[in-house]
Nanobody, 119 residues
Framework: QVQLVESGGGLVQTGGSLRLSCAAS????????LGWYRQAPGKQRELVAL???????TYADSVKGRFTISRNNAKTAVYLQMNSLKSEDTSVYYC?????????????WGQGTQVTVSS
């Protein structure tokens, strides 16, 4: 089991910045990737950014050049630096950990943190 706790959400004006943090605990050794997803009201949850064990990152097209994902070497924390925020970035942001082992794969989720961008 992996437990994830997010922090850092809030209200920000258009063009502003926020930094989300997520603390991971439990079966850290099983984590193959850490990431952030978001879900706006009435919409499906979507990938924002992922960082894999080897350090490779991937981003949604909508956030490329504005958001940066990073983590610590121990894989116990993952961060999302969000710059040049737009109203369409308003969502609940969820931390995600992909756990893998012989013959199994499982997604773990945090409780979510609200990000609201106002014009």
């Amino acid at each position: 089991q992996v437990q994830l706790v997010e922090s850092g959400g809030g209200l920000v004006q258009t063009g502003g910045s926020l930094r989300l943090s997520c603390a991971a605990s439990g079966s850290i050794f099983s984590i193959s990737a850490l990431g952030w997803y978001r879900q706006a009201p009435g919409k499906q949850r979507e990938l924002v950014a992922l960082i894999y064990s080897g350090g490779t990152t991937t981003y949604a097209d909508s956030v490329k050049g504005r958001f940066t994902i990073s983590r610590n070497n121990a894989k116990t924390a993952v961060y999302l630096q969000m710059n040049s925020l737009k109203s369409e970035d308003t969502s609940v942001y969820y931390c995600n950990a992909e756990g893998r082992g012989p013959g199994w794969r499982r997604d773990y989720w945090g409780q979510g943190t609200q990000v609201t961008v106002s014009s």
